[in-house]
């Protein structure tokens, strides 16, 4: 009895060792444990035995099951750590890497810009890009005859129909369909015949400002440029401005930022001046209210641009502004 | 407008330096782009006396010069042939750098020491070109250093960008005005005196007739008798040279002093040429020509106003002279014209003939009416003391409607009103008037010279720029923060953004303006040109996103960027009428090129293909919650590649296209790789983006899902199986995907193998697999008779 026992644990022992690979074990097991293994048949033949020594041999086969049951788990645990420790990854290797897309570093500060604007309570609006000679000249009182449209080489399309050189149409048209108060940006493309070098692009963007309401003063004008000059550059950021001269503000303004780069104390990029040019500003002029049907006896405003590829080439430090049009991938990524 | 800091103290006594002027005139509105000294400053130059001048042994042409100084004597090689013993000379001893940028060092010059360098004026930078050393004309000091000697004639020419409205500052006597009421200080008078030295009176030699007073309201004249030509003394040319004026002879030099000076532009014409010593002032006709002083045949536009003598014109009305009356070498007697011309006339004349002149630039900006008088008399007086002329009694002015000065309301409320200031009417007068304004019983009287002043916005302007902006208030909105809302438009376009960027695409910004080469191909009809564009490479308005986005693509693979997935949102230009402005809408579009997965070292490479663009499409839309689109075959956009394009229709609409880019367009943009892009035009799809979306339940109860593969014609297209599979399904089929698409063994010629996967699933119950094998084999044997189809085994 006590022989078939041993015989058993060692053919298990014996063809145990002789196993090299994970998936020889699932044979063991059948051969030893499973239905119609060696065990099973051996609890079988339990009948061809005498009665007495049944309950012994029974138990025997018990523990011997239990035994190799608890061996073979080993086996399988052994075998998987030799497989694991076979496949290990080479965790250096890089991994999969998906294409990934980006905002367009231009894009990126114009979103900037308009948010703070809204923060400051403007809405903004749109207009087109190609545009009336009324709207882009007229309305804004500037005439034929005006030697400011020097100051502005437009692209024509027909003698009448222009591509726009400043976002100020859109003012037009806001005045002419909403009564104020009125309280907008503008944001867009504008137009100029400029031959293109690091500093000039035919094409360019600007963000427009108009404020009309009873009441509105230059000094709501200053405060603003001041308040989104420290939300875009800082708290430290000092404005200034000088007269200037545009047909459609009088009095007219130009504002320039203290310089982000040196705070002010100058250096190349300001031309040792302390000072960065950043656009023009001013009072609505009368003659434009009246083109666009508000009475300018009751209403005061005030209008602003400023140019978003400037700004940009401020905040990013580029000093190219044609790189912003070529979209070179390796210009993209680094937003 | 070029001026120099000297010749505005002729005007002025202001104790500022030349920094503080221009700080001061920048802040009023007179941008000083720059201040440059006009001797460059340099050290180390000091004075030395030659004591001794040898022939050098080795060469002819050089001279070994004993150079003492305070510090001692040093041996100089010379090259100058006006090198002479006992001369007081500018020596750089070695160490010393001269302003021209070079270092002196100790060298042998064919053989013989030498130990610095005798300068001239050319290496000082003083002049251009100089012929030999600069000897000093008088003793000196020995070793004071030159620099300081020249410091005490040092002056600064100021460069300003005057604005078009201030045609009254393009003159130093005009900025001279600025500075007085800048720093407080009185404006000195112009010495307009002349001194008529002929009995004879002018009215006796000339006769002036306008006939054009509309054009020119004001022509005076004065005869200038034996004039003789010859260069004007240093002093003029140097100031002219300072200012950028090239100097010419002393009757051309002083027309162009006195422009400089006054602003004033003048004429002079050679009498003898003028017939019958006579002037008309009139108008042109169409098809009028004439010959400039420059020799050039000008066309005349209509409506200019022409000098002419008793037979022919003889000048353009304050733009430019003509050839035939010009002073020459051979001139004696001088016809000076100094008139006012209408700033319009003369901008409109200017601008047609494409010529601009110091003249027209001044008369279109508006001159000073009474200001003729004053540059004729200032000029005929430079021309006797500077040409030794002889000047006729008196002057022919006719002036048939003198112009009045402006009035102005005197509103000191509502200049405070416009600048949120409480200035008292006495500051207010104070500042007006310190520009030459004067202030009566309610009113401004506006002087001639500031044509730009005529309402009371331009009043507070003045106050303002003269009380200088940053002293202005300032509201404090810093504190301030509100949240406006995004209007519709914005909201839609940064959605539209948001799920372009989801989907890995880099967002492009391109031209608008393009090549007509590169914008015909995808205009609808013509593309829209622009008359007077930048340059061939930006004729024409894109009338489409690709327009722009391929010369990207082109210029990224040049450079070998070779994987590139790009999109752009903007303004396409389309359909045009020439009588109102052109439809632009806004469009969105991407294109993609090069492999499907990044490079990596377990990714096989493949490269973009069809299916790619349109995934990138289907999930996009998607995302647009667009209700009924259909994507369909679509051939009729020639840019994309036939056979590989299609559209999307919404109701009857076509609102985009999708595919391959045609080959050949691509080949336009010297791209030779495969290009696949997609454009949609954003103002037609808006309208069908459903925002308000209502919140579907998740299903409770699990799915089936049943797979089958039928053999079908290969010329039966897969959506109209999926289509009908969908439509005849049942109302418990929830989806049918295209699993696999097979052709090739086992398959029989001509037939193609479509794989579908069925989806079944109830809001209500779990299903039982009998009823979804029911289901699933009722819509198999439709559709096999449907399609005469058979079953792939």
Redesign the interface.
């Known amino acids: 009895m006590n022989t078939i026992i041993d015989k058993i644990r060692s053919e298990f022992h014996r063809e145990a060792n002789a196993i090299k690979d994970l998936k020889d074990l699932e044979p063991l097991r059948v051969k030893f444990l499973g239905r119609k293994g060696l065990l099973s048949t051996s609890f079988d033949r339990i009948s061809e035995l005498p009665k007495e020594q049944r309950p012994l041999f029974g138990k025997a086969l018990n523990e011997l099951k239990k035994e190799l049951e608890n061996e073979y788990q080993n086996l399988i645990k052994q075998f998987k750590a030799k497989e694991e420790q076979k496949r290990k990854l080479d965790l250096t290797?890089?991994g999969?890497?998906?294409?990934?897309?980006?905002?367009?570093p231009?894009?990126i500060v114009a979103d900037e810009i308009?948010d703070i604007?809204?923060?400051?309570?403007?809405?903004?609006?749109?207009g087109?890009?190609?545009?009336?000679d009324f709207f882009n000249f007229e309305a804004l009182n500037i005439p034929k005859?005006h030697?400011?449209r020097?100051?502005q080489d437009t692209?024509?399309?027909?003698d009448d129909?222009l591509?726009r050189t400043h976002t100020s149409p859109v003012q037009i048209r806001v005045m002419q369909r909403q009564k104020p108060p009125i309280q907008m940006i503008a944001p867009g493309?504008v137009?100029r015949?400029?031959?293109?070098d690091a500093s000039h692009s035919?094409?360019f963007h600007q963000v427009e400002g108009l404020v009309v309401d009873e009441?509105i003063?230059?000094?709501?004008l200053?405060?603003?440029i001041?308040?989104f000059a420290?939300r875009m550059f800082g708290e430290d950021v000092k404005v200034?401005?000088?007269?200037?001269?545009f047909p459609f503000t009088?009095?007219?303004?130009?504002y320039d930022f203290s310089c982000v780069f040196c705070k002010g104390r100058g250096c190349r990029v300001c031309k040792n001046t302390g000072w960065m040019e950043i656009s023009g500003a001013g009072?609505v002029?009368?003659n434009v209210f009246k083109a666009a049907g508000i009475d300018p006896e009751t209403y005061?405003g005030y209008a602003f641009g400023m140019g978003i590829d400037r700004i940009a080439m401020i905040k990013y430090n580029i000093n190219d502004i044609r790189i912003?049009?070529?979209?070179?991938?390796?210009f993209?990524?680094q937003f | 407008m070029k001026v120099t800091y000297r010749w505005l103290k002729e005007f002025v006594d202001f104790s500022e330096t030349p920094d503080e002027l221009a700080e001061l005139l920048t802040e009023a509105g007179l941008e000083v782009e720059e201040v440059t000294p006009l001797v460059q400053p340099f050290s180390g130059i000091i004075v030395g006396k030659v004591e001794q001048v040898q022939k050098h042994p080795n060469a002819d042409k050089l001279s070994v010069c004993q150079v003492r100084t305070d510090k001692g004597t040093f041996q100089v090689i010379c090259g100058a042939p006006n090198v002479k013993e006992g001369q007081f000379v500018p020596f750089a001893a070695v160490g010393a750098e001269l302003p021209i940028g070079m270092k002196i060092k100790r060298a042998k010059i064919r053989g013989v020491e030498s130990l610095g360098m005798i300068c001239s004026k050319e290496e000082l930078g003083l002049e251009t070109h100089s012929e030999g050393i600069w000897a000093f004309d008088r003793e000196l000091p020995l070793g004071k250093d030159v620099y300081e000697l020249l410091e005490a004639d040092q002056d600064w020419v100021f460069d300003i960008a005057v604005t078009p409205n201030r045609g009254d500052c393009l003159s130093v006597y005009g900025i001279a005005r600025e500075v007085a009421a800048l720093t407080g200080n009185k404006l000195k008078p112009l010495n307009s005196e002349v001194e008529e030295s002929l009995e004879t009176k002018i009215d006796e030699i000339v006769k002036i007739h306008i006939h054009d007073p509309e054009g020119c309201p004001r022509y005076a004249a004065r005869v200038i008798r034996d004039v003789k030509i010859s260069p004007s003394p240093d002093w003029m040319q140097r100031k002219l040279e300072a200012v950028g004026l090239r100097p010419i002879n002393n009757i051309v030099d002083i027309t162009n002093y006195v422009l400089v000076e006054l602003g004033h532009p003048l004429h002079a014409f050679d009498l003898r040429q003028i017939e019958g010593s006579e002037i008309h002032v009139r108008s042109s006709e169409a098809g009028d020509r004439f010959v400039t002083l420059d020799d050039k045949e000008r066309l005349l536009p209509e409506n200019t106003v022409m000098i002419c003598d008793a037979a022919k014109p003889v000048a353009i009305g304050g733009i430019m002279g003509g050839q035939n009356s010009e002073v020459s070498g051979q001139t004696k007697d001088v016809l000076l014209e100094s008139a006012y011309f209408k700033p319009e006339r003369i901008a409109m004349s200017s601008k047609k003939l494409g010529l601009s002149t110091d003249a027209s630039q001044r008369f279109e900006r508006g001159a000073d009416p009474e200001n003729v008088i004053r540059a004729l008399n200032r000029a005929a007086a430079l021309m006797a003391e500077l040409a030794g002329a002889k000047i006729a009694k008196g002057i022919c002015d006719v002036y048939p409607s003198p112009l009045k000065e402006k009035e102005i309301p005197f509103k000191a409320d509502k200049i405070n009103r416009l600048l949120g200031t409480r200035f008292s009417e006495e500051l207010i007068k104070e500042k007006l008037t310190s520009i030459q304004l004067k202030v009566n019983e309610g009113k401004v009287i506006v002087p001639t010279f500031r044509h730009d002043l005529s309402i009371a916005e331009d009043l507070a302007e003045e106050v303002a720029r003269l009380v200088n902006y940053s002293n202005l208030p300032a509201k404090d909105f810093t504190t301030i923060f509100y949240d406006m809302p995004q209007s519709d438009h914005e909201k839609r376009i940064q959605y539209l953004r948001t799920e372009l960027l989801a989907l890995g695409l880099q967002e492009i910004f391109c031209q608008s303006m393009v090549k007509y080469e590169e914008a015909e191909p995808f205009a609808e009809s013509a593309p829209i040109r622009i008359k007077n564009p930048v340059s061939d490479d930006m004729a024409c308005m894109r009338p489409s996103l690709f327009s722009g986005m391929l010369k990207a693509v082109s210029y990224n693979l040049n450079r070998n960027n070779r994987d590139l997935r790009f999109f752009e949102i903007g303004r396409i230009f389309t359909s045009f009428d020439r009588e109102n402005i052109p439809t632009q809408p806004y469009a969105v579009a991407a294109v993609i090129t090069g492999r499907r997965d990044l490079p990596n070292w377990n990714v096989p490479e493949e490269f973009v293909d069809f299916y790619d663009i349109k995934g990138y499409l289907e999930t996009f839309l998607q995302k647009l919650f667009l209700d009924n689109y259909k994507i369909i075959l679509y051939d009729n956009a020639r840019y994309m590649a036939a056979g590989e394009s299609v559209a999307v229709r919404i109701d009857d609409e076509i609102v985009g296209v999708c595919g391959r880019l045609n080959p050949e367009v691509c080949g336009i943009f010297d791209i030779e790789r495969a290009v696949y892009g997609f454009e949609l035009n954003v103002d037609q799809l808006q309208k069908y983006m459903i925002f308000d979306r209502q919140f579907q339940p998740i299903p409770k109860f699990p799915y089936s899902e049943r797979d089958i593969a039928f053999l079908l014609d290969e010329d039966i297209l897969a959506a109209d199986v999926v289509e009908y599979v969908r439509k005849n399904g049942g109302s418990l089929l929830k989806s049918v995907e295209i699993f696999d698409v097979y052709q090739g063994e086992n398959i029989p010629e001509g037939k193609r193998s479509l794989g579908l996967r069925l989806r079944y699933q109830s809001t209500e119950r779990t299903l039982s697999d009998q009823e979804v094998d029911k289901y699933f084999q009722q819509i198999i044997n439709k559709t096999t008779k449907h399609f005469s189809a058979s079953l792939r085994k």
């Open positions: 290797l890089p999969r890497r998906p294409f990934i897309g980006g905002k367009h231009l894009l308009k604007f809204r923060s400051l309570g403007f809405s903004i609006e749109d087109p890009e190609i545009e009336n005859t030697p400011a020097d100051m692209l024509y399309v027909t129909i591509l493309r137009y015949r400029d031959t293109p035919p094409f009441g003063t230059f000094a709501d200053k405060g603003i001041q308040a420290h200034r401005f000088r007269p200037s001269f009088e009095p007219s303004a130009e009072m002029h009368p005061t912003f049009f070529e979209n070179d991938v390796r993209l990524n």
